[in-house]
């Protein structure tokens, strides 16, 4: 509901731990949505679903309707600040000191968005989240390692914890949902949302760099 806050997290698996030796570290954070029910995938290669070079929110396309790049570590000030004169106030974890214990942890990343504007276009508008990241060693800023991933989060009424059998319910399909999409559910009563990115090894063999893409649906 408007005035919520949602929380981002991207995570190593468990089993990829690298300790303090490899740093992950949020890059970009876009939002799109697309035009009459057109849904973003992200196929670099074009070798998925056979259309061609497909980026998700990270390119402008003419089926998108809006779309926003809500935060750049190296350019903040090419960012998309508002929507409507409702501001975004988008921040990377480690720009809020009540988040620091996230993006110290060597292996794990954040944002947090705020939803007001989410709600400035008529219902029945699907949200996408794309996420860009990087993974490379503690003491240089060189990427070394290069993911995809996705989740979807259903909206509790707590924090939200994410089990791993929702994971690939759509693998082997056509299903043109991005990488995995999953959706959030925002709904307009009610508490808090927060919600948590782990990574599961899945890649589209992006040559470029990682992303997350995942659906926010409102109600």
């Known amino acids: 509901s408007p005035g919520q806050i949602l929380y981002g997290r991207v995570l190593w698996h468990p089993e990829q731990n690298l300790h303090a030796a490899y740093k992950l570290q949020l890059e970009k954070v ?6 009459d029910g057109y849904v973003p995938f992200f196929d670099p290669t074009g070798t998925v679903y056979n259309e061609g070079p497909q980026y998700g ?11 926003f790049l809500l935060l750049d570590r190296n350019q903040p000030e090419v960012t998309d600040k508002y929507f409507h004169d409702v ?15 996230v993006s110290s942890m060597p292996g794990v ?8 504007a989410l709600y400035k276009v008529e219902a029945g508008h699907q949200w996408y ?11 240089t800023a060189g990427p070394r390692v290069q993911r995809s991933l996705a989740r979807r989060w259903q909206r509790g009424r707590r924090d939200l914890q994410l089990d791993d059998s929702l994971v690939y319910d759509n693998e082997g399909d056509q299903v043109k949902n991005g990488t995995n999409m999953k959706s959030l559910l925002l709904e307009r009563e009610g508490g808090g949302v927060a919600a948590s990115l782990s990574q599961t090894g899945a890649s589209l063999g992006s040559a470029f760099a ?8 409102l109600a």
Not at 87 to 101: G, K, Q, Y
């Open 30 to 35: 876009y939002l799109c949505t697309g035009r």
């Open 57 to 67: 929110c990270i390119q402008p396309n003419k089926y998108l309707k809006h779309r």
């Open 87 to 101: 501001p975004f106030d988008a921040h990377f974890a480690s720009d809020l000191s009540e988040l620091h214990s």
């Open 109 to 116: 990343d954040g944002f947090t968005l705020r939803v007001d």
């Open 129 to 139: 989240l794309q996420v860009i990241y990087v993974i490379g060693p503690e003491s």
């Open 210 to 217: 990682a992303l997350a893409l995942l659906l926010l649906l």
